[in-house]
C-alpha cells in the first residue's frame, strides 16, 4: 500500500554540508570594513540577503564622536529598509526587485516614511547615482549610503551611516568613491575563496 508519505533520509546530512557557505562573508569583508571606518570616521555595516530581508552581519566603527548606531549584528529587516537593503534591491533585476517590494509592502509600514512608492523612486535615484542613500527615513537625523556586491550576483551590501549633516550631496559621492575599490577587493578575495574551495 502506498501512502505517499516522505521521510528525511540520512542523505540530507551530506546535503546540509554540501549547502554550507565556503568562507563567512563577514570575515572576508572585515579588513575592509574597518579601513572604510578609518577613512570616513563614520559606522560601517554588512548586510547579507536573505531572502526578502537584510542581515546586518558585521559593523565597525569610527571615530567621529556622534555614531549612527541604527543596527546591531543580527538585525534582520525587509530589503528596502536601510541602504544596505536598498542597495541590494538597486542591483537586482527590476523585475525581481518589483517582486520583492510587493512580497514585502504590508511589512514596510512599521519602518517610518518607507512606502512602496518611496522605495520604487529611491530605487531610481540610486540606479543612477551608483548608490543607494536614504535620510531620516528610518532613524531621524541620520542617513546612510550603500553599495551592493558582487555585480552580478548581489548577496550583500556595505553601507555607510552618519548624521544626516555628514552625508550632503559633495561628501556622498565622496563616500562612494572610498567604498567602491574596497568593494572590488572584496569580490577578489570572493573569487579566490570560491576557487580554492573548488580544488
Not at 82 to 111: R, V
Not at 150 to 170: C, K, Q, W
Amino acid at each position: 500500500m502506498h501512502t505517499r508519505k516522505y521521510y528525511l533520509g540520512p542523505l540530507l546530512y551530506e546535503l546540509g554540508l554540501l549547502a554550507r557557505p565556503r568562507y563567512r562573508l563577514s570575515e572576508l569583508c572585515e579588513g575592509a570594513l574597518q579601513k572604510l571606518a578609518e577613512v570616513t570616521q563614520d559606522t560601517i555595516y554588512l548586510s547579507e540577503r536573505s531572502g526578502l530581508e537584510a542581515v546586518c552581519t558585521h559593523r565597525a566603527l569610527g571615530d567621529y564622536p556622534i555614531k549612527s548606531l541604527a543596527l546591531d549584528v543580527g538585525i534582520r529587516r525587509p530589503l528596502g529598509v536601510g541602504a544596505g537593503g536598498l542597495a541590494i534591491l538597486c542591483a537586482l533585476p527590476p523585475d525581481e526587485a518589483e517582486s520583492i517590494i510587493d512580497a514585502n509592502a504590508p511589512k514596510y509600514e512599521k519602518y517610518g516614511f518607507v512606502t512602496a512608492p518611496y522605495l520604487r523612486e529611491a530605487i531610481k535615484v540610486g540606479r543612477d547615482k551608483g548608490y543607494a542613500f536614504l535620510d531620516s527615513v528610518v532613524t531621524p537625523g541620520t542617513a546612510a549610503i550603500g553599495i551592493a556586491f558582487p555585480p552580478d550576483n548581489p548577496i550583500a551590501a556595505i553601507s555607510v551611516a552618519a548624521i544626516s549633516g555628514r552625508l550632503e550631496s559633495h561628501r556622498r559621492d565622496e563616500v562612494a568613491r572610498l567604498m567602491r575599490p574596497q568593494i572590488r577587493s572584496i569580490c577578489e578575495a570572493m573569487t579566490n575563496q570560491a576557487v580554492l574551495a573548488d580544488r
